[in-house]
């Protein structure tokens, strides 16, 4: 079992900038974050591999930096230039996978692996 508690959601304006936190039981192969606004599907946001090689989604490239503190077991997910189009509920995951990808961890929870319980994120523009 991993435990997964995620925190740092908040209502921001379009350009701000949070951070996401995710603290975890354990650690596994693959973390990361997907997310999903009311009407959507889960989106795969950010992954990162137990070498600490990181994928993004293309719509957040360049915006959002996922990155990892082992000796805390601690998820971070930095979120800058926020849109309004980023707005949803943040989940964290944990999925054991041959290949960390965002495919996987957008299923985790659900299919396989672990979620969080999630944290709502509002951009107003």
């Known amino acids: 079992q991993v435990q997964l508690v995620e925190s740092g959601g908040a209502s921001v304006q379009a350009g701000e900038s949070l951070r996401l936190s995710c603290a975890a039981s354990r650690f596994t192969n693959c973390m990361g974050w997907f997310r999903q606004a009311p009407g959507k599907e889960r989106e795969g946001v950010a992954a990162?591999?137990?070498?600490?090689?990181?994928s993004y989604a293309d719509s957040v490239k360049g915006r959002f930096t996922l990155s990892g503190d082992n000796a805390k077991n601690t998820l971070y997910l930095q979120m800058n230039v926020l849109k309004p189009e980023d707005a949803a509920m943040y989940y964290c995951?944990?999925?054991?996978?041959?290949?960390?990808?965002?495919?996987?961890?957008?299923?985790?929870?659900?299919?396989?692996?672990?979620r969080g319980q999630g944290t709502q994120v509002t951009v107003s523009s």
């Open positions: 995951a944990a999925v054991f996978a041959q290949y960390c990808i965002l495919t996987y961890v957008a299923r985790a929870g659900r299919d396989f692996g672990y």
């Open positions: 990162i591999d137990r070498d600490g090689r990181t």
